[in-house]
């Protein structure tokens, strides 16, 4: 470690220190890390019931080798401390302006609004039960491309909470339908999204050498011709979510906003609620690794991620912050009513498997505590890892522990 890293460190610690003796001894000791549970349920006025649990599933376990159970040499004499660099709140503003800043190249937020089509029928919700309506939400986009995101209104009261679900880049239906029915019992209402170019966003693209040219259905590791000094094709992925939202907000005000998310999806979750406070809940599944654990993930092959997931190919916007994705963890579970529960998988069949984030979950969960003055109505990340299955889905378990989450997390209006 050179000098500067280390007196930046050392600054850094200092700095923790001091919020760690404003916050009290508890934290201090770690209570608050060793049960968040009982810390969220001191803020929200009481848990039902705890958090559901399930065991390891020992026939997959027995599958797979010992580098699903021990940590990787990759988290060897990493100190994740220093790599956090959220250490106040205008650390955090400075760091969501510069994110919005690259995306929309100083031009803020969108104040649009989508397109609105009521009543529309939708095959891809056919088999949900409790939907009283459909509304398809267009977005028109550059480079004549838009989005589509679809609306579903529940048939029992509306609880005044919007729900969105972003699905990844291939992963098929089923689990979307089965994350979003249980969300429709309760009164939610859901808005669901596909990634760019993918499921029913599936479309042609204007040449950004000849927008006269339509060319054929990119790939995302197709995109960074797009990419220039006045346009960013990251709007692609996250301008449908500004859109859609900036139309609930005006249309039906919802009270709460919560965002569940698979792989591209769970990336998408990951980002946005970090660059957007209105986002009040956020579950992020399979969706990302701290740079420097990526290639520690033991199966199939190192975790890379696509286009929109790389420091390589986006070095300008992830060195936005501090080049990881610890900010944006900090990032999505601090403000009033806030919070974040990431979820992976232990046998992931695809993406950031294994048992690296253990690394890493009890310095971010400590740090969003220290940000949000040991006061989880004001802030709480918590970390969910999942060794029931050996697929790459949000298992039933995973959805266990959302719904109660959300069912014990009180909303006032």
């Excluded at 390891?56 to 699903?68: L, T």
């Excluded at 939907?131 to 009261?157: C, E, G, M, N, W």
């Excluded at 998988?345 to 950031?352: A, L, P, S, V």
Aim: hydrophobic share 40%; aromatic share 8%.
């Amino acid at each position: 470690m050179n000098a500067a890293r280390m007196e930046d460190g050392m600054g850094r610690r200092a700095i923790l220190g001091g919020m760690l003796g404003g916050i009290g001894a508890a934290v201090a000791g770690g209570t608050a890390a060793a049960a968040p549970a009982n810390a969220a349920a001191a803020g929200h006025g009481g848990r039902a019931a705890p958090r559901p649990v399930a065991p390891v599933n020992q026939e997959v376990a027995a599958r797979f080798g010992p580098e699903y159970k021990t940590l990787p040499t990759a988290s060897a004499g990493v100190d994740i401390e220093p790599l956090i660099g959220m250490t106040s709140a205008e650390d955090v503003a400075a760091r969501r302006k510069a994110m919005i800043d690259y995306i929309w190249k100083g031009a803020g937020l969108p104040s649009a609004r989508p397109t609105v089509e009521t009543g529309v029928t939708a095959p891809e919700f056919a088999s949900l039960t409790g939907v009283r309506r459909i509304d398809r939400l267009t977005v028109p986009l550059r480079f004549q491309v838009s989005a589509k995101v679809y609306d579903l209104v529940p048939h029992r009261p509306w609880n005044r909470r919007l729900a969105l679900y972003h699905n990844g880049h291939s992963e098929p239906f089923d689990t979307m339908l089965r994350t979003i029915q249980p969300l429709l019992e309760r009164g939610y209402r859901v808005m669901a999204y596909a990634m760019p170019f993918h499921h029913w966003n599936q479309q042609q693209i204007a040449d950004p050498a000849d927008p006269a040219k339509l060319l054929p259905n990119p790939s995302h590791r197709e995109l960074p011709p797009w990419e220039s000094a006045d346009f960013s094709a990251l709007t692609f992925f996250l301008e449908p979510l500004t859109v859609t939202l900036n139309h609930a907000q005006a249309a039906y005000r919802p009270v709460s906003i919560e965002m569940i998310g698979l792989s591209g999806g769970g990336w998408t979750t990951t980002v946005y609620s970090a660059l957007d406070p209105r986002i009040t809940r956020s579950y992020p599944v399979a969706g990302s690794l701290p740079f420097f654990l990526r290639p520690a993930a033991p199966k199939p092959r190192p975790t890379i991620g696509d286009w929109e997931q790389t420091k390589e190919a986006l070095p300008g916007f992830y060195a936005a912050t501090s080049d990881d994705f610890l900010d944006m963890y900090v990032m999505a579970s601090l403000g009033p009513g806030r919070g974040q529960l990431q979820i992976l998988n232990r046998f992931d069949e695809c993406c950031f498997n294994g048992v690296g984030h253990r690394v890493y979950q009890s310095p971010v969960r400590d740090r969003v505590t220290l940000l949000a003055g040991g006061r989880p109505e004001r802030g709480r990340w918590d970390f969910l890892e999942d060794a029931t299955h050996d697929d790459h889905t949000i298992s039933p378990h995973a959805v266990s522990v959302i719904l109660w989450d959300l069912d014990s997390t009180n909303v006032t209006t």
